[in-house]
């Protein structure tokens, strides 16, 4: 199962960095699951400091903005990377990215692929060059809306789109519409916006 944290998304403007979904792994106790790419430099460079198979404490990514706190936990430092790979997908073959000091930090079931560069999960090279294979995963959890449909539709049993708390508004019904003109549907077949 492949699910979209779209309103977290770096690609329209999101900081990547919510916990939300994260949280909602932990609590269902889910086991082979990868949620990527988080944006936390802080987080990487502390992984990185500490090293390969060590466990470490500390809050990763939060929204401040939003409410959203850090996850607070003692992760097991999986791999360590530079971050740089080559997009092996559709979208963007051959696009060199670099995501900067890049950990894959696990905790309980959930391996966190933690990016020291905002970038949207468009591929699932993002998620090999912090030594995650996304096919070896039941659930993924991609920082992403549209983009990663390309490289991962062929892999996904089904694709989900979530809306766990981020500062990208997925759905028209969840902005504040104040200056609508009376009787405009506010997405198509959807309610009327009253005034």
Not at 48 to 67: D, F, M, N, Q, R
Not at 81 to 98: C, D, H, Q, Y
Not at 125 to 135: M, Q, S
């Amino acid at each position: 199962v492949v699910i979209a944290d779209t309103q977290d998304n770096p690609g329209a403007g999101g900081n990547s960095n919510t916990t939300g979904m994260l949280r909602a792994l932990m609590a269902n106790h889910v086991q082979d699951a990868a949620i990527g790419v988080l944006f936390d430099p802080d987080a990487a460079e502390a992984a990185h400091k500490t090293g390969v198979g060590k466990t470490i404490t500390l809050g990763l990514g939060g929204e401040p903005a939003l409410g959203d706190q850090p996850f607070e936990g003692s992760f097991i430092i999986e791999h360590l990377s530079e971050g740089n790979l080559t997009v092996k997908g559709p979208m963007m073959r051959g696009a060199k990215i670099s995501l900067g000091p890049t950990a894959c930090l696990r905790i309980g079931g959930v391996r966190v692929v933690v990016g020291s560069s905002k970038v949207q999960m468009l591929d699932r090279e993002l998620y090999r060059v912090a030594g995650v294979e996304p096919e070896q995963m039941k659930i993924l959890v991609n920082k992403s809306s549209v983009h990663f449909r390309a490289d991962f539709t062929p892999i996904a049993h089904s694709i989900l789109v979530a809306g766990a708390p981020g500062p990208m508004v997925a759905d028209p019904i969840n902005l504040p519409w104040k200056r609508l003109a009376p009787g405009l549907r506010i997405r198509p077949n959807g309610p009327v916006f009253s005034g």
